[in-house]
């Protein structure tokens, strides 16, 4: 079942499954756009499960302190409404993510609905304009003294205060880089302000990645590490079982007679099953398979096989 709306996306699984939620980033450029949405179905087919997924975006560049068209006109009422969703898909677990701004609105919702892990890149810990100015750290200062001129007050802002405010047990799983956005902001990544505030709290665990500025996630993705680490963080899969072009799980050989079944005409389904038949975990088949359909080797091994046959 799919329900559309203009910033709600609710993509519900048949039977009991976990749920996912997700929040946009802010692009300043573009219309904010849903979070995660391809990506979460590939990690339902590493897994082999369904999710149920909710996708979330605030095109006001809010940082989901205010309603969300087709939830509710504030944020108490799209709350109310959302955990009226979350009751009725009755999932086995809750699971909030998100980078940036969607990272704030994870770790936000994530704390009002009892979320049982949240999931975030690069995300500020508070929206308070003080800080910001204390920080010199200017790059959403604008946002955040518009937000302070509409009402909000720094306290209901700050994720931290939130969350040790919180009577449940906090399973958090942060990401920063450490380079700097902009040379001219200085050499520090000003996010790790926030990492050292979040880091105080009971349930936190912070991941700080040397070679990456305010997207960690995009320099995972481009090292092709991106599955694996949302896997770890989201389902406790261990990341060696992962196979990954950085970290094989299968030798070339096994790879050789993937690809070799492939282009004779054997489905992905027959190969997985000759896989699984050899012992070899679930996520390391689907990831290998995943990994080699995406190889540009054997994508123009496939083109070439395909024009021979004609």
């Known amino acids: 079942m799919t329900v559309s709306e203009p910033d709600v996306l609710i993509e ?6 976990p749920l996912i939620i997700t929040f946009g ?7 904010v756009a849903f979070d ?4 979460l179905r590939k990690l339902e087919f590493l897994l082999g499960q369904s999710f149920h997924r909710i996708h979330l975006r605030d095109r006001s560049l809010s940082w989901y302190l205010h309603g969300l068209p087709g939830l509710g006109s504030n944020l108490l009422r799209t709350l109310d409404a959302l955990a009226s969703q979350v009751r009725a898909l009755a999932p086995t677990r809750v699971l909030t993510l998100g980078q940036s701004m969607g990272g704030y609105g994870a770790i936000l919702y994530g704390l009002a609905l009892g979320a049982d892990r949240i999931v975030a890149f690069g995300a500020l810990s508070t929206m308070d304009p003080a800080v910001a100015r204390a920080q010199a750290d200017p790059r959403w ?7 302070q001129a509409e009402g909000i007050r720094p306290e209901r802002s700050d994720l931290v205060t939130l969350a040790a405010a919180s009577a449940r047990p906090l399973d958090l799983r942060l990401h920063y ?5 902009f040379p001219e902001q200085g050499p520090a990544n000003l996010d790790l302000f926030h990492a050292e505030r979040f880091a105080s709290l009971p349930g936190c665990r912070i991941h700080r990645h040397a070679q990456a500025n305010h997207a960690p996630s995009l320099l995972l993705q481009a090292q092709g590490q991106l599955d694996a680490v949302l896997l770890r963080d989201l389902f406790d899969v261990d990341p060696g079982l992962v196979h990954q072009r950085r970290q094989p799980v299968l030798s070339d050989p096994q790879l050789q007679a993937m690809a070799g079944q492939l282009l004779r005409g054997a489905s992905a389904e027959a190969v997985l099953e000759s896989l699984l038949e ?3 975990a679930p996520v390391s088949a689907r990831s290998a398979l995943a990994v080699l359909q995406r190889d540009p080797v054997f994508l123009a091994a496939t083109q070439h096989w395909s024009e021979q046959r004609r």
């Open 25 to 31: 980033f802010a692009q300043w450029n573009a219309p």
């Open 36 to 39: 995660f949405v391809g990506r």
């Open 278 to 280: 050899q012992g070899l």
């Open 177 to 181: 880089g450490e380079q700097p956005d």
């Open 12 to 17: 519900a699984a048949e039977g009991p499954a």
């Open 141 to 147: 200062l604008s946002v955040m003294e518009r937000l």
